[in-house]
Each structure stands twice: as C-alpha cells, then as structure tokens.
C-alpha cells in the first residue's frame, strides 16, 4: 500500500478531500547531494529507492511530475573548475553529464516501481535519452509519464537550479519543489548557528535581497518574473513530498506577495 493510500485509509470522505493535490504539475528539484545520501560520493540505493517511492505516490494521486536532477554528487562544474584550474566551461560540461547518470539511476529506480518514465536531455545523448523537447514532455505528462530532465539547460555558466525554474516556466508547472537536506530557509546556516531563523513564508525579492540560500539567484529572479513559487523542504523525511504537494505547511514557501 502506498503512503497516500495508508494516510487516507478509513478516514471519513470529508478528510479524505483534504488530501486532494494543491498542485497538478510539478518540478522536482533535487540536487546531487541529496541523491548520495551519507556516502559523500555516488549514489544511495536506500535514498533512491525513496525518493522513487515518493516520486510514485505523488504520481498516484493525478499529479503531472517532472524532475530536475543535479550532479553535484558525482561532479561539480564550478568547484572542480575553482580547485583545479579546469576551464569552467570544460568543467560544466562534465556535470551535464553527470546529470545524466542520476537520471538514469532515478529512471530505473522508477520503472522498477511500474512507474512510466521518459529522460530528456538537453544535450544530445541519444543511446541513452531523447532530446528536450517541450511539446513532447507536456504530451509524456499528459499520458501519465514522470519526466526526468538531464543536461541542465545545455548551456555552461548556468546551475539545475536555473535549468528547473526554466522548465517549469516552459511546461506550465505550477510550482517549483526544492528538495533539500535541511528542513526549510533559514537566515543562517543551522548547522553552524543555532540562532538561525526558519522562514515559513518568504517573497521572491526577499530571497534576492537577503542573499538567502534557496536557489541561485538566476533561477530566483526567473520564478519571480513568472509569478512561480518555490517551496523549500527536507527531502529525506519519507512522505514530505505529497505532503507539499497536498498544501500542507512543510517547510518554506516563496511566492509572490499578494
């Protein structure tokens, strides 16, 4: 049974409405490092086959998913360029790739769960996925398919987190999920200050004004100009993606000021 069915099992209908999705189309942000789990390299199977899980609930309710994967776990652009002298370029290059392994892994993890799952890239791999082409990812989700978009935005000098803003624009996503390893924004890093504050509800303008670390702030500014919220939430507590999915107050949203 799945979590979306144990939750709702013998409640009355009243509450059982309450679970209905706030969204019908989503992007999944996840990055490299949530996908390595305690490993500090590669890829987790326990993370994965979660994060498969929950991708499959969320699917169980109605809701259209696509999903932005990082490769920060198996290489990073930017650090690796900075600590070796790599050209920059060069170096992101490398990362798309990388990207592409997490998609593969996730695609996988998916199908083995019965979920039917399509890999775009936005660079040409094509042994291993199709190219993005945003027609046909809106038909894949129109048909029931997880998305999975690899390669970033095809481009150097721009991170996952742009590439899902981006896509999200493109497909008429509803929201953009940030799965992350702590549970929300915070005006400082918790793990090194435990005066911290969390934030439940933050603008898009006070994220770029703060420097808060959400996402970049390319990704930032473009969610902003397309009046697309962000939610902000830890990834690794089993069942939190439906429940954002379903308007519970999980971690932090950024959304337009009304």
Same mark, same amino acid.
């Given at each position: 049974?799945?979590?979306?069915?144990?939750?709702?099992?013998?409640?009355?209908?009243?509450? #059982?409405?309450?679970?209905?999705?706030?969204?019908?189309?989503?992007?999944?942000?996840?990055?490299?490092?949530?996908?390595?789990?305690?490993?500090?390299?590669?890829?987790?199977?326990?993370?994965?086959?979660?994060?498969?899980?929950?991708?499959?609930?969320?699917?169980?309710?109605?809701? +259209? !998913?696509?999903?932005?994967?990082?490769? /920060?776990?198996?290489? #990073?652009?930017?650090?690796?360029?900075?600590?070796?002298?790599?050209?920059?370029?060069?170096?992101?290059?490398?990362?798309?790739?990388?990207?592409?392994?997490?998609?593969?892994?996730?695609?996988?993890?998916?199908?083995?769960?019965?979920?039917?799952?399509?890999?775009?890239?936005?660079? +040409?791999?094509?042994? !291993?996925?199709?190219?993005?082409?945003?027609?046909?990812?809106?038909?894949?989700?129109?048909?029931?398919?997880?998305?999975?978009?690899?390669?970033?935005?095809?481009?150097?000098?721009?991170?996952?987190?742009?590439?899902?803003?981006?896509?999200?624009?493109?497909?008429?996503? +509803?929201?953009?999920?940030?799965?992350?390893? !702590?549970?929300?924004?915070?005006?400082?890093?918790?793990?090194?200050?435990?005066?911290?504050?969390?934030?439940?509800?933050?603008?898009?303008?006070?994220?770029?004004?703060? /420097?808060?670390?959400?996402?970049?702030?390319?990704? !930032?500014?473009?969610?902003?100009?397309?009046?697309?919220?962000?939610?902000?939430?830890?990834?690794?507590?089993? /069942?939190?993606?439906?429940?954002?999915v379903c308007g519970e107050p999980v971690g932090t949203v950024v959304a337009p000021k009304g």
């Open positions: 049974m799945t979590v979306a069915a144990s939750r709702l099992k013998g409640k009355p209908a009243f509450l #059982r409405d309450a679970q209905k999705p706030k969204y019908k189309r989503i992007v999944l942000k996840l990055s490299g490092e949530a996908l390595q789990g305690r490993l500090g390299f590669g890829i987790d199977q326990d993370i994965l086959k979660s994060l498969a899980e929950q991708v499959k609930d969320v699917r169980a309710l109605g809701v +259209e !998913v696509t999903v932005v994967v990082g490769g /920060g776990n198996i290489f #990073r652009g930017l650090a690796q360029s900075s600590a070796t002298g790599m050209e920059r370029a060069t170096a992101d290059y490398m990362g798309m790739l990388a990207t592409a392994i997490n998609g593969l892994a996730l695609q996988d993890a998916l199908e083995q769960l019965g979920v039917a799952t399509r890999i775009q890239t936005a660079i +040409e791999i094509a042994k !291993v996925a199709e190219p993005y082409i945003r027609r046909r990812a809106i038909r894949h989700l129109e048909k029931g398919r997880v998305v999975i978009f690899v390669g970033g935005t095809g481009n150097p000098f721009f991170t996952t987190d742009t590439t899902a803003a981006l896509r999200a624009m493109e497909i008429g996503a +509803e929201v953009v999920l940030k799965a992350s390893t !702590v549970d929300g924004v915070y005006s400082d890093d918790p793990a090194t200050n435990k005066a911290a504050k969390r934030y439940t509800t933050l603008s898009h303008m006070d994220v770029l004004r703060r /420097g808060l670390k959400v996402m970049d702030a390319t990704a !930032v500014s473009l969610c902003m100009e397309g009046n697309l919220p962000i939610v902000v939430f830890d990834v690794r507590r089993p /069942g939190n993606i439906q429940r954002v």
